[in-house]
């Protein structure tokens, strides 16, 4: 089986691209037998996967979004002759006849359209109903989305395959005191803090954590660590520096995933009070990681957190401020949803969600798992539509 993989999300900082970086090593080492034309729309990664003998990697020079997935993936599948297209991100080839998945990330355009421009939800209705109905499978990461695709675009259930995502490997408790404090000293982390990782975006609510923070006692206040691009601007854009507070918040940027651990780690407890949710992979690395979490009781996220955190409405201050005070007062509650939650984190592995992953393709497919000659040796193609 010869599989066209779209891959123009694979550098992006954030969601999508950590979910496609971690998914493509781990298809190519978990099927050899198939072949994978790894499709890029910029250079950045090429010669990534070089050393697996089943991929051959292809930059499609094509000029926007749309045309690349529509006329230069349809064109690249029929140079290729490949069996099926599988995109990692929302949208498909319309005109091709090979078979094709999606992934779906989440729904928040069909649930909260007020949180994105207008254009934006006006290519959505129009083209994700289209996508929908043209592709033969689709991959959701909750079931929280699968529901919400069903119910809300009418989408046949038995069409979706829900797999959970996972944290990488490497979310896991640091322990090592000299990488600890290299990694606070890089960031000009205080020595106790509550953190989150999130972007500037209404619905991750940052406004809320905030003024719940505001609202703890002087007494329990340390510092509140946001991590993410963007979110020193943000803070300032919205008047959300409170006087009493402004010296406590840190803003460290954009965080190198391979120290993430460590700021997890080292953080006393993790708040994630998002409006809506579609997974949250944010909670699974701090479960992984031995950071007890605050969280929110809607969206995916009591999907996700199970018992292994504390819920609360994401739009009461007051709640959120109370939970967080539980939380800092009381060690032996952080030490039990710690526990918690690197039993919880367990539970979402890379390795199930490549087999459910392969197992779609491959059904999807409808062709054995075997060998087939490659169309070129493996290695990179330089192309573009006007070829």
Request: aromatic fraction near 8%; proline fraction near 8%; include cysteine.
């Amino acid at each position: 089986m010869r599989i066209g993989v779209m891959l123009r999300s694979i550098d992006e900082d954030q969601g999508i691209g950590i979910y496609t970086r971690n998914l493509i090593p781990r298809l190519l080492h978990q099927d050899p037998d198939n072949e994978y034309v790894l499709v890029y729309r910029t250079p950045r990664y090429l010669g990534q996967f070089a050393a697996h003998p089943n991929a051959v990697e292809v930059l499609l020079d094509v000029p926007t979004k749309l045309l690349w997935d529509q006329v230069g993936m349809t064109w690249l599948a029929h140079r290729y002759d490949v069996d099926l297209i599988f995109h990692t991100k929302f949208s498909v080839p319309l005109v091709t006849n090979r078979p094709s998945v999606m992934t779906l990330h989440g729904s928040m355009q069909l649930v909260h359209p007020e949180y994105f421009p207008p254009l934006d939800i006006a290519y959505w209705d129009r083209f994700m109903p289209l996508y929908c109905r043209k592709a033969d499978h689709l991959i959701s990461n909750s079931e929280l989305t699968t529901t919400d695709f069903v119910e809300r675009l009418g989408v046949p259930r038995e069409k979706i395959t829900t797999i959970h995502l996972a944290a990488d490997d490497h979310f896991r408790p640091v322990k090592d005191a000299q990488r600890l404090e290299a990694v606070r000293r890089k960031y000009g982390l205080p020595s106790r803090f509550v953190l989150s990782v999130t972007k500037p975006f209404p619905g991750k609510n940052v406004a809320t954590l905030i003024r719940a923070y505001a609202a703890l006692p002087p007494t329990l206040r340390s510092a509140l660590v946001l991590v993410g691009r963007g979110l020193d601007r943000y803070i300032d854009d919205l008047q959300l520096r409170d006087p009493r507070i402004a010296h406590e918040i840190v803003t460290p940027g954009w965080v190198d995933q391979d120290d993430l651990p460590a700021i997890y780690s080292m953080a006393e407890v993790f708040a994630f009070p998002s409006r809506y949710e579609e997974f949250g992979i944010p909670i699974v690395e701090a479960m992984a990681c031995g950071c007890p979490v605050v969280a929110s009781n809607t969206g995916a996220i009591p999907e996700v957190a199970g018992d292994a955190a504390l819920l609360v409405d994401p739009l009461d201050v007051g709640g959120l401020a109370h939970a967080l005070e539980s939380m800092l007062e009381d060690g032996l509650l952080r030490a039990r949803l710690r526990a918690r939650g690197l039993e919880r984190a367990q539970s979402f592995s890379w390795e199930v969600h490549v087999t459910r992953t392969l197992q779609v393709l491959h059904d999807v497919c409808g062709v054995p798992s075997t060998s087939r000659p490659t169309v070129r040796p493996p290695g990179i193609d330089r192309c573009s539509v006007a070829q």
